[in-house]
């Protein structure tokens, strides 16, 4: 028997998975736009721009007709002691911040997850994250003010010593200034950084704390058999975007804590005093390029040994 095949014109095309994607999670999507276009407009428009350092950038004649002049900016950048010990600066600032700040948060999540009092819990995680929502200049203008010749911690050191000590100007002593820098960075984000690491730990299955108390092991075998190996993937991910701002430094707080007693430059410093305020934009879009350049190795290497070593992966 002949079979006969019946075709449908009227039967919609299935759809593609993009759009049905898009339609299921429409309300997820709508939040997230907001910040697709922030990050479009402030990231990928000015992206042109990156031209500027492989020109001799003249305000008057434009971006376009500007005469090229290669890599010569970037060769400049090694060529310049100042830029050579900003770039040092930079690197030193940024490790230290990482091996200090990095583990803070996992410590600080540790150590509020073993507090039973819910009321005094609540309080201390609200407290510790809270400096989070304070500009950098704010924190900075609370470091004066504590570490003032007449402030609260002169005050506090002369009344333990008696009243026979002297006053210590902390603002101007170089050796300071960088384990001020790491104790400001750590104090403003520490309470912040303890939101995600408290909740990859309550995702852990409460089962695994009960067979491990069975098996007689204490707290601290706990954390170390199941709580930190439950953060790994948390820990990971959060690393390999760490490491992309390797090279990077917060500006607005080294800039902010510099005065006439200091000698400490970053990239950021040094792009903005010579290439912003002096006019020198070629320079500073050299530098930027190569920071950018040198966070993309580092995120797309970080990546690959975290996938390689342990499967995680963020792509």
Known sequence: ????????????????????????????????????????????????????????????????????????????IFETPMLRQAIFNTLELSVLTILVGFPAPIILALMINEVKDGLFKRSVQTLSYLPHFLSWIAVVGLAYSFL????????????????????????????????FLLLLSVWKEVGWGTVVYLAAIT??????????????????????????????????LLLIFTLGTLFNSNFELVYGMQNAFISYD??????????????????????????????????????????KTTGISIW
């Open 203 to 236: 995702s852990i299955d409460p089962s695994l704390y009960e067979a491990a108390k069975i098996d007689g092991a204490n707290r601290w075998k706990q954390h170390l058999y199941i709580t930190l190996p439950g953060l790994k993937m948390t820990t990971i």
């Open 148 to 179: 003032d010749l007449y402030g609260p911690l002169n005050d506090l050191l002369l009344k333990l010593s008696g009243g026979e000590g002297e006053r210590i100007m902390f603002l101007s002593k170089q050796e300071l200034f960088l384990p």
């Open 1 to 76: 028997m002949r079979k006969e095949i019946i075709f449908n014109h009227s039967a919609k095309p299935p759809r593609s998975r993009f759009i049905r994607a898009l339609r299921k999670n429409s309300f997820g999507y709508m939040l997230m736009l907001p910040s697709i276009v922030l990050t479009f407009v402030f990231a990928y428009v000015p992206m042109p721009g990156i031209i500027a350092a492989f020109k001799d950038y003249n305000i008057f004649l434009g971006l376009w007709n500007s005469p090229w002049v290669g890599i010569e900016h970037v060769r400049e």
């Open 266 to 307: 970053v990239i950021s410093t040094i792009v903005y005093s010579s290439g912003i305020q002096q006019g020198n934009y070629s320079m500073a879009a050299a530098v930027g390029f190569l920071q950018g350049l040198v966070a993309l190795l580092l995120t797309v290497g970080a990546n690959t040994i975290a996938k």
